[in-house]
């Protein structure tokens, strides 16, 4: 069973930066994709960003330049580093794991195919 605790949340001021951390255990999958996913109360879920296990990575327009997804192997975590934080950033953030998925690793696919696995989240407030 994988698990996913996210941590790293927190309010800041328009732009700022933050950084969310992922830590993930129990999988064993040698091919995977996993990344950061966000939610709004009333609104869709929507994928952020993106990495595979070769370190390839995909963005969501809204947030290329901004943010950058990368993971530490040896440390089994996944980061998400955002910077020149908006208000309309402001959203509960999911870490999730999956198995390859169908046409590649894209927050696209995300969207689409979901994920397996998923955080509890952890909440980022931007304030203007």
């Known amino acids: 069973q994988v698990q996913l605790v996210e941590s790293g949340g927190g309010s800041v001021q328009a732009g700022g930066s933050l950084r969310l951390s992922c830590a993930a255990s129990?999988?064993?999958?040698?091919?995977?994709?996993m990344g950061w996913f966000r939610q709004v109360s009333g609104k869709e879920r929507e994928g952020v960003a993106v990495?595979?296990?070769?370190?390839?990575?995909s963005y969501a327009d809204s947030v290329k330049g901004r943010f950058t997804i990368s993971k530490d192997n040896a440390k089994n975590t996944l980061y998400l580093q955002m910077n020149s934080l908006k208000p309309e950033d402001t959203a509960m953030y999911y870490c999730?794991?999956?198995?390859?998925?169908?046409?590649?690793?894209?927050?696209?696919?995300?969207?689409?195919?979901?994920?397996?696995?998923w955080g509890k989240g952890t909440l980022v407030t931007i304030s203007s």
């Open positions: 999730a794991f999956s198995p390859p998925l169908p046409l590649g690793c894209t927050v696209v696919a995300g969207d689409y195919y979901g994920m397996d696995y």
């Open positions: 129990g999988y064993t999958y040698s091919s995977y994709c």
């Open positions: 990495i595979d296990s070769d370190g390839s990575t």
